[in-house]
C-alpha cells in the first residue's frame, strides 16, 4: 500500500482475489452450504471471473434485419459481453469462460445445412442461400438455462416455419430432429471426454412438429445486431424461448423431418432429470434442485444477478400454452 493509504496493482494478492470472488458468490446468492449441494456450481461462477481477462473472440459481421413491434420486449438486455462470455457449449469445454476462449477453431467457411427426411424437396443450403430466401427480424427474447440461470438477448435470426414449408413436409413428418456439426479435430470436447463431459456427439436435439411450426421458434444467425459468434453456436442454432436452454442447439448442419419422437442428447445422457420436452416450468423441479427461481444475469456490471421467480413456459404461456392441453407436464418434464 502507498503512504497515502491507496492500493497499487503490488498490492492486490490472491487473498483479494479470492476475497472479491467470495463477493461474487454472495452477490449470486451462492453459499457455501449450497456449493457442496451443487457441484461444479463455485468452478464454474470462478472460471467465468477469471475467463474476463481472456482475449475477446473477433465480432461477427453486421446484419440487415427488420424489427417487428411485437418482438420488442421492453426488458433490459444482458450486456453483449456476457451473452458471448458466459456460455454453454460442451464441445470446447465445461466451464462458461472456455468456449468464448475456445471455439474460433469451429470450421465455419463454406458451412452447409441439409434439410431431409419426411420432406418432397429434400435440399443442401449454404449460409448465402439460407440469408438470401429467408429475410432475418430481430426479436428480444429471455432465456432461461436448466441451471437456473437466466438472460435477456437480442437474437437475430428467421422462424424456423420457413425453411420447413419451403422444403415441403411430408404427411409422414411428425417430429424435426437437429444435429450439430461433428468435427471432433476442431471440436476437442468430442474427442475429449473429459473435456466434452461426457456426453455423446454429435450433439442432438428435437421439436415436435407444431412446436417447430410456431412463430416463436427460430433459427438464429445473430445476436446484438451481429453474425453469431462460435461460442454461441455460430453459424446458424435453435432457439425456443419457453424451453430450457440445452434445445437450442448450436451450429446445426442437418435438420431432418421424422415420424418418430428422435433421441435428445441431455435425455441420453440422463434421462431422469432432462426431458424429451424441456418446457420451463417453475412448478416441476429439477431431480437436484429448484425451478422455482432463476438468477438473471442482468443488466449492470458483473455482479449483477437478480434471484426472481422462474415463469411459466418462460413468460410464454400466453403463445403456447395451448400446445400442451391435455398433456400432464410433470410427466413430459
Ligand atoms: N451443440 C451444442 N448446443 C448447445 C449446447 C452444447 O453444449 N452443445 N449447450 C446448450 C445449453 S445447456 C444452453 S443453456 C445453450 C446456451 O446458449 P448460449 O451460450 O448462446 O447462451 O446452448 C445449448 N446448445
Ligand atoms: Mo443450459
Not at 459481453?81 to 470446447?92: A, C, I, M, W
Request: aromatic content about 10%; glycine content about 8%; hydrophobic content about 40%.
Amino acid at each position: 500500500m502507498k503512504r497515502d493509504g491507496r492500493f497499487t496493482d503490488a498490492d492486490v494478492t490472491p487473498e483479494d482475489i479470492f476475497h472479491q470472488r467470495r463477493r461474487v458468490l454472495k452477490a449470486l446468492g451462492i453459499t457455501t452450504a449450497a456449493l457442496a449441494l451443487t457441484p461444479g456450481a463455485q468452478a464454474d461462477i470462478l472460471s467465468w471471473f477469471k475467463g474476463h481477462d481472456r482475449p475477446k473472440a473477433p465480432s461477427g459481421k453486421p446484419l440487415t434485419f427488420a424489427q417487428p413491434a411485437e418482438y420488442q420486449a421492453k426488458l433490459a438486455l444482458t450486456p453483449e459481453d456476457k451473452v458471448t462470455g458466459y456460455n454453454n457449449y460442451y464441445e470446447f469445454g465445461l466451464d462458461k469462460a472456455d468456449p468464448a476462449a475456445n471455439a474460433g477453431t469451429l470450421p465455419l467457411d463454406g458451412w452447409k445445412i441439409r434439410l431431409e427426411g419426411e420432406v418432397a424437396k429434400p435440399i443442401t443450403l449454404d449460409m448465402d442461400d439460407i440469408l438470401r430466401l429467408f429475410p432475418l427480424q430481430e426479436r428480444i427474447y429471455r432465456m432461461r438455462c436448466v441451471e437456473a440461470w437466466s438472460m435477456v438477448v437480442p437474437w437475430v435470426g428467421f422462424e424456423l416455419s420457413r425453411l420447413i414449408k419451403y422444403a415441403q413436409p411430408t404427411g409422414n413428418a411428425r417430429y424435426v430432429a437437429f444435429q450439430t456439426l461433428y468435427d471432433p479435430e476442431n471440436m476437442p470436447g468430442q474427442k475429449d471426454r473429459f473435456i466434452g463431459g461426457g456426453l455423446k456427439y454429435p450433439y442432438v436435439e428435437g421439436l415436435r412438429m407444431d412446436e417447430a411450426m410456431h412463430p416463436l421458434t427460430l433459427l438464429s444467425v445473430g445476436v446484438y445486431g451481429k453474425a453469431l459468434p462460435p461460442q454461441n453456436g455460430a453459424p446458424i442454432r435453435l432457439t425456443v424461448p419457453w424451453k430450457y436452454g440445452f434445445k437450442g442447439i448450436k451450429s446445426i448442419v442437418s435438420i431432418r423431418l421424422v415420424h418418430d419422437m428422435p433421441p435428445t442428447t441431455w435425455n441420453l445422457s440422463a434421462p431422469n432429470e432432462y426431458g424429451f420436452y424441456a418446457n420451463v416450468n417453475p412448478h416441476v423441479d429439477h431431480p437436484r434442485w429448484s425451478q422455482a427461481s432463476e438468477r438473471l444475469i442482468g443488466s449492470g456490471g458483473l455482479l449483477d444477478v437478480k434471484r426472481q421467480p422462474t415463469l411459466l413456459f418462460n413468460g410464454y404461456a400466453e403463445q403456447v400454452a395451448s400446445l400442451y392441453r391435455g398433456l400432464d407436464l410433470r410427466e413430459n418434464f
